[in-house]
């Protein structure tokens, strides 16, 4: 296990780039969790594709408390970022694929995907509601909006 206080996206690559997945516990402390390890609850990915400028599908849905992996596969020519408002706010999570997560003080910030890359973000919703993201580079007005339901 590794624990930073202050962690820098550049200690993030290198545990990318050394193929282990990155998780954040409430923002300040790191562990490594090697990429090919399976959730333990059948899931499906939720994949999103980019393209054209846009988020597609523009609404997606979740569940709270289901293990959820959310893929971000950027088919533009041009950089991308996936950056959620309150979602992942205090979620454990695992960042896998070629994008450039960044973190701060509150855990995740942002993962940037390159031109034809790809970025998988894996965690368990903790609450219900309406969570708006959007793509951050410059002239970019990119919006979509993720739903966490409540188990019936």
Known sequence: MFSFHR?????????????????????AVLTRTPLNVSASVDQTPVVITIKARQFHPPLVTLRVGQPATLVFENLDTELHSFVPKDLLRGVNL???????PEFGEEGFKRVIIPPEGRAEIRFTPLRPGEFGYICDMPGHQMRAQIVVEQEP
């Open 94 to 100: 695992n960042v896998g694929g070629n994008g450039a």
């Open 7 to 27: 962690p820098t996206a550049r200690a993030h690559m290198v545990f990318l780039a050394a193929g282990w997945s990155v998780a954040v516990l409430a923002g």
